[in-house]
T-cell receptor
């Protein structure tokens, strides 16, 4: 069975500083990895995904994620955080065409 | 493309009542998923459809839960004899293809409160 861990419930960064939101996974077979963001009173929005190829994946709003197979990690990063990036972030793994397994989320707070 | 819509957005019901939620996916999306999300947790898979066929159902889904997608377009999720533990946000998502590479597009959710 697949699983996802987001070890930090909360990440606080100052605006303009780099941010990292951590995710580790466990899955048999090829991992298809995703990051989603959830703003208050809104549905989850897709940010980026890793399917195969380059370990550094670029996505929406300047976010990127680094896939590390040996460490089974898929950390979300952004070089310079904005206050508007404050939201709830979910990592998900999808080993086949069916269900996605989500982590419990990390609340990102960017302070001016 | 108007996105995934869900109705109602909020539902308050008394324990023991039946409730039904509707999801309208993005037009021509083959796959439709239902998830449940409680406070402090990520979305938890319930079931999914490819067109009108229900392909997988979570073991977490008791017999009180049923989902349909009769014409391969919109879907309904019914909960019979609701319990307080059913209180949660019910999320619907759709994806265009049939492979694991496709991201899912989520609706805003239906918040169920069972009193």
């Amino acid at each position: 069975a697949q699983s996802v861990a987001q070890p930090e419930d909360q990440v606080n960064v100052a605006e303009g500083n780099p941010l990292t939101v951590k995710c580790t996974y466990s899955v048999s077979g090829n991992p298809y990895l995703f990051w989603y963001v959830q703003y208050p009173n809104r549905g989850l929005q897709f940010l980026l995904k890793y399917i195969t190829g380059d370990n550094l994946v670029k996505g929406s709003y300047g976010f990127e994620a680094e896939f590390n197979k040996s460490q089974t990690s898929f950390h979300l990063k952004k070089p310079s955080a904005l206050v508007s990036d404050s939201a709830l972030y979910f990592c998900a793994v999808r080993p086949n065409a069916g269900k996605s397994t989500f982590g419990d989320g990390t609340t990102l707070t960017v302070k001016p | 493309d108007t996105g995934v819509s869900q109705n109602p957005r909020h539902k308050i019901t008394k324990r023991g009542q039946n409730v039904t939620f509707r999801c309208d996916p993005i037009s021509e999306h083959n796959r439709l998923y239902w998830y449940r999300q409680t406070l402090g947790q990520g979305p938890e898979f319930l079931t999914y459809f490819q067109n009108e066929a229900q392909l997988e159902k979570s073991r977490l889904l008791s017999d009180r839960f049923s989902a349909e997608r009769p014409k391969g377009s919109f879907s309904t999720l019914e909960i019979q004899r609701t319990e307080q533990g059913d209180s949660a946000m019910y999320l619907c998502a759709s994806s265009p293809g049939t492979g694991p590479r496709d991201e899912q597009y989520f609706g805003p959710g239906t918040r169920l409160t069972v009193t």
